[in-house]
């Protein structure tokens, strides 16, 4: 049975984003605006943004990140996919 | 449009991420960001903070064994380039070569700094047995031309160790050790994925090397943890203070699907 909630989130179009630049220094200038430091337990993931469970370093996008996304960590050089976990927050796994 | 505009990295390709991110290019304009203006290690500036003796004692001994394992890893990368199974791993692993002797060229200088005349007798008198063992096993699986053994050992277990071991120094450390200790985490972020997404790729094709790789885990942890732990004491860190240490290695065989 269709989930109406789910559906009508993956029906609503995407918030986009416009990425400044975070202070993150670990790869080439034109790509650093996609990634930003994990601030430790404090710190709140925005819709655009998902954290890199390999190097804990927050990845972003210029649009908001939903399951099934496939996102980069250049910084460890990982590629992700984006899930949903059982307590409803997004994940990113490792798809080697 | 600006020169170096991008709209979204996200929408690569994965073989052109990965002929990307395994370049000397990308190399270059990395460490640029974060080494650019710091000779050493560190900016010019940092001022030296004075040390009582026995924080000066237990400075030097982690440092001689911080050489010790950035040399296991010089040595270690570099004798892995005969072995890559293709070029893009043999360009990667020679930014990798660079790197790790950078980490020695810094952390031989802190030591001059901080007053040792002669550090290869002082590294001698300090080293750690296990790291020394830990040296010997990789350098074995190396010269038996094992590639999934030898990345697996050095950058899997290896730098996971350093990784999480400098991480938890530079929190304490002074202010100049801290500067290095941070440059160097950043290159071992590459280092470490390098080794987990290669090998979970090979681990992906050929699930039957699992095995051969857990006994292989099996007998290299002790050596890591008794040198983590030995590291950790000379610090004066206490690991109840610090639990989420070595976790990153954990969770790092986990996802690779190695049984605890």
């Not at chain 1, 909630?5 to 993150?24: C, H, I, W, Y």
């Not at chain 1, 980069?72 to 997004?90: D, E, F, K, W």
């Not at chain 2, 699986?141 to 999480?164: K, T």
């Amino acid at each position: 049975m269709n989930d109406p909630l789910k559906q009508l989130s993956e029906d609503t179009p995407r918030q986009r984003f416009v990425l400044a630049e975070t202070g993150f220094n670990e790869v080439p200038k034109k790509y650093r605006k996609f990634y930003r430091r994990w601030q430790g337990s404090g710190d709140t993931l925005a819709l655009n943004e998902v954290l890199c469970p390999v190097c804990r370093v927050v990845i972003r996008s210029s649009r908001e990140i939903r399951p099934g996304d496939r996102v980069y960590c250049m910084p460890c050089m990982s590629r992700l996919v984006v899930i949903r976990s059982a307590t409803g927050h997004l994940e990113a796994r490792v798809a080697y | 449009m600006p020169e170096n505009h991008v709209s979204d990295i996200h929408g690569l390709e994965p073989q052109e991420f990965l002929s990307q991110v395994h370049s000397f290019e990308f190399w270059f304009e990395s460490v640029e960001g974060y080494l650019s203006g710091r000779p050493y290690g560190h900016q010019p500036d940092t001022v030296e903070t004075p040390l009582s003796d026995l924080e000066r004692d237990r400075l030097i001994t982690a440092l001689c064994n911080y050489c010790i394992g950035e040399t296991v890893a010089l040595e270690g990368a570099s004798g892995l380039i005969a072995i890559a199974p293709n070029r893009e791993a043999k360009i990667f692993l020679a930014t990798q070569v660079a790197d790790e002797g950078r980490h020695l060229e810094v952390l031989l200088r802190r030591l001059t700094d901080l007053g040792v005349t002669d550090p290869e007798t002082e590294i001698e008198k300090h080293a750690n047995r296990s790291l020394l063992t830990f040296r010997h096993r990789l350098r074995e699986l190396v010269e038996g031309r094992d590639w999934e053994a030898s990345i697996f050992a050095q950058n899997v277990i290896l730098e996971a160790m350093e990784f999480s071991v400098f991480q938890t120094h530079a929190e304490v450390a002074d202010p100049i050790t801290r500067e290095i200790l941070e440059g160097i985490v950043k290159d071992e972020r590459r280092h470490m994925g390098f080794g987990e997404n290669d090998l979970g790729r090979r681990l992906a094709l050929t699930p039957h090397i699992r095995d051969r790789l857990n006994v292989l885990r099996r007998s290299l942890d002790p050596l890591v943890l008794e040198t983590f732990e030995d590291t950790l004491s000379q610090l004066g860190i206490s690991r109840s203070e610090h639990p989420g240490l070595g976790r990153r290695y954990l969770e790092t065989v986990e996802r690779l699907g190695f049984a605890s």
